[in-house]
């Protein structure tokens, strides 16, 4: 302990810190020598990591007591001793020279140099500069174009899409050393752009895309007290960046040696850093963890599932928890016309770098185009804000999807008709209808060519049983449905109240309600227009209760009440509305 604070001492002595945080043309820092940004923030210098020998030029926090370094200019080639000098040259470049003046790094520029000087900005920022020239479209090189592990507030993350320069992330190889990891942390342009992480050349972590609130695969992203965060998407460059709500709170985001990505806040009461969070949450992160066309569900076990319509392609390796291969659809698909969507709500978006995206399209053009295209297979809103806008669309097998239990999104994925109609009214989504009517009222139509048929049927065969003078015995056997009283349906109702209407259908409205007993119904006023005689609507909701699928949504009973009539059914959230409105 007393060991390390002498350290320390000696340490802060060797350091003399210039109380300038400018360098002009050949002035020189040595090593031991600091310059540092004019709030006091950072300070530029020679150092060498935790336990190694080497020293290298960077910046670190100058308030943060750990030393933390954010940036460094010779990762790759390290000084082996304290020779070093860092220079500023005539032609507006930064150089690095060893004992034997050899130039061991350089930074560079492409535009001519006058009355060059470098100057750390309170930012962090180590900029080159013309004279007094601050207007940053104008530097001649700055840091933040160059990050090494860490974004810090102010830098973007990202591409300039008319130079082509790429600002990303690239780990150290350990907390020792420097020097190029095997991770990266980069904004992939393809599709819809969005962040990954990469083990070499491996992705092993996928932000998703973003979705004018935030990137599909960070649901915790979300305003804070700490900072403001924005994504960029232009012509002229796409970046992530945040700035500090409170410009004395100190906060970072880290590629660490071991590929995570992660936002440390430092707290100066315990004067240590937190994790404030991490991009990697959860199993379910690891990229493609379940393969294509799986989804992940953290608190499942097994954790991997196949998309609905899907199954294991290799069964007994899906079943060992070896989920690589995916799943394959469970009947193959042909492309035409009759192909409709499935929609999967609450999920992180698939891998967008098979994607494509029109931000003025609606999601009602998005489905018909995605229909077009044969090897589109999936189809979604590319912002989300306001109801949702533009267009997101998929080519190609589906990958990486993750179930969310907040802010997850919806997407629509390509289906065969015979597929759908199995999955019946579950898919409300289908076909990009997204305003309930259109489905209500084709439902609705659907619905009346049913029970006209049902009533056509029965009058048929009830004139053939009124024929065979054979009809009540058969008829009291098959009424086991219960009549419920009006009042029960009333209290359940809260008197038919307009906040407990589902909707309404060709047939009359569709209510929502609670019995005495907790079970949640859902009630279909029949419209008063419909003259039937009381036996006859007996007659139809015996029909009906056969006709329906019971495995979908149960027929409780039915209630009359002089002109009401009503069909109770148990009500399903799950299940589609549109079932209880057609019915
Ligand atoms: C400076 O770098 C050159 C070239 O790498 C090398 O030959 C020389 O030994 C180095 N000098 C010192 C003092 O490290
Ligand atoms: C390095 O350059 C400086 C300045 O140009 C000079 O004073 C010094 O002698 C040189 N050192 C060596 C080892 O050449
Ligand atoms: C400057 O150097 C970086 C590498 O540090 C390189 O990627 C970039 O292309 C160079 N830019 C110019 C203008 O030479
Ligand atoms: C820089 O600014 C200072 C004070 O604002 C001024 O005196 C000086 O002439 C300027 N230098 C250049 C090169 O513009
Ligand atoms: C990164 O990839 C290398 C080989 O390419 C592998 O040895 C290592 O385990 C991987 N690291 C992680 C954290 O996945
Ligand atoms: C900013 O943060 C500092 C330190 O945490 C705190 O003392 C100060 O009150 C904060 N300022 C505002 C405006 O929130
Ligand atoms: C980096 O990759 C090498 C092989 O390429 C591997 O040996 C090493 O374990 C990896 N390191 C990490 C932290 O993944
Ligand atoms: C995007 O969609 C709009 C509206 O449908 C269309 O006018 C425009 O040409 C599309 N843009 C591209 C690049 O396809
Ligand atoms: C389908 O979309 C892909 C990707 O945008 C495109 O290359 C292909 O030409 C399209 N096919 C048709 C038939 O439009």
Same mark, same amino acid.
């Not at 974004?151 to 320069?165: D, E, I, Q, S």
């Not at 949640?520 to 036996?535: F, H, N, Y």
């Given at each position: ?267 100066? !009461? ?131 999807? !993750? ?51 049902v009533?056509?049927?029965y ?6 049983? !009124? !024929? ?71 007659n139809e909701v015996i029909h009906i209760s056969k006709l329906? @699928? ?10 009359? @009440? ?22």
């Amino acid at each position: 302990m007393e060991g390390f604070a002498t350290l320390v001492l000696v340490f802060s002595i060797l350091r003399i810190s210039i109380a300038v945080d400018t360098m002009t043309v050949n002035q020189i820092i040595t090593d031991g020598e600091t310059i540092t940004s004019a709030g006091g923030s950072f300070e530029l210098g020679f150092f060498s990591p935790d336990s190694s020998k080497n020293r290298y030029v960077g910046i670190w926090y100058k308030k943060v007591a750990t030393r933390t370094v954010v940036w460094v200019a010779n990762r790759q080639i390290p000084l082996t001793d304290s020779s070093g000098v860092l220079k500023v040259t005539d032609r507006g470049t930064l150089v690095i020279l060893n004992g034997t003046n050899t130039t061991i790094w350089s930074s560079n520029s492409s535009r001519p140099a006058q009355n060059p000087n470098a100057q750390l900005l309170d930012s962090g920022n180590l900029v080159m500069k013309n004279g007094n020239d601050s207007d940053s479209e104008n530097f001649l090189w700055q840091s933040f174009d160059y990050p090494c592990d860490t974004l810090l507030p102010g830098m973007k993350f990202g591409r300039n899409r008319v130079t082509g320069l790429d600002r990303y992330l690239s780990s150290w190889k350990t907390t020792d050393d420097p020097s190029i990891g095997n991770f990266t942390y980069r904004l992939d342009p393809g599709g819809s752009p969005q962040l990954l992480v990469r083990n070499g050349s491996t992705v092993t972590f996928r932000s998703g895309p973003w979705n004018g609130l935030r990137f599909s695969g960070f649901p915790q992203l979300r305003p804070n007290s700490v900072y403001r965060y924005a994504f960029i998407f232009n012509d002229k460059e796409m970046y992530y960046t945040f700035e500090l709500v409170n410009s004395s709170v100190i906060t970072r985001l880290v590629l660490s040696p071991e590929g995570y990505a992660q936002r440390f806040t430092w707290i100066d !009461r315990t004067g240590d850093w937190i994790l404030y969070s991490s991009a990697q949450t959860d199993d379910c992160d690891s990229y493609a963890l379940c393969g294509v066309y799986g989804i992940c569900k953290i608190n499942r076990s097994p954790k991997c599932e196949c998309m609905k319509g899907f199954e294991p392609k290799f069964q007994s390796n899906w079943d060992m928890a070896d989920w690589s291969d995916g799943c394959v659809r469970s009947t193959p698909m042909v492309c035409q016309k009759s192909n409709g969507f499935l929609k999967y709500s609450g999920v992180k978006l698939p891998d967008t770098r098979n994607s494509w995206l029109n931000e003025s399209m609606n999601l009602k053009e998005c489905a018909s185009l995605c229909l077009r295209n044969c090897s589109c297979t999936a189809y979604t809103n590319s912002d989300i804000r306001g109801g949702g806008s533009g267009c997101l669309l998929w080519f190609g097998d589906l990958t990486d999807i !993750r179930e969310y239990t907040e802010n997850g999104q919806d997407f629509y994925i390509r289906m065969a008709k015979s597929e759908l109609d199995a999955f019946a009214m579950t898919s409300s989504g289908s076909k990009g209808a997204k305003r309930k009517w259109v489905i209500v009222s084709t439902v609705s139509i659907v619905g009346m060519i049913l029970l006209s048929l049902v009533l056509t049927l029965y009058v048929l065969r009830k004139k053939r049983l !009124r !024929r065979k003078g054979a009809e009540n015995n058969e008829r009291e056997e098959d009424l086991e449905l219960p009549l419920f009283d009006l009042d029960t349906i009333l209290n359940a109702t809260d008197n038919f109240s307009n906040d407990n209407k589902l909707g309404e259908g060709g047939f009359g409205p569709v209510y929502k309600g609670m019995l005495q007993d907790g079970k949640e119904i859902a009630v279909k006023r029949l419209s008063k227009e419909s003259r039937q005689g009381l036996d006859e609507f007996k007659n139809e909701v015996i029909h009906i209760s056969k006709l329906q @699928h019971r495995n979908l949504v149960k027929l409780l009973g039915c209630c009359i @009440h002089g002109e009401e009539k009503m069909l109770i059914y148990e009500y399903m959230p799950n299940k589609s509305l549109d079932f209880f409105i057609f019915g």
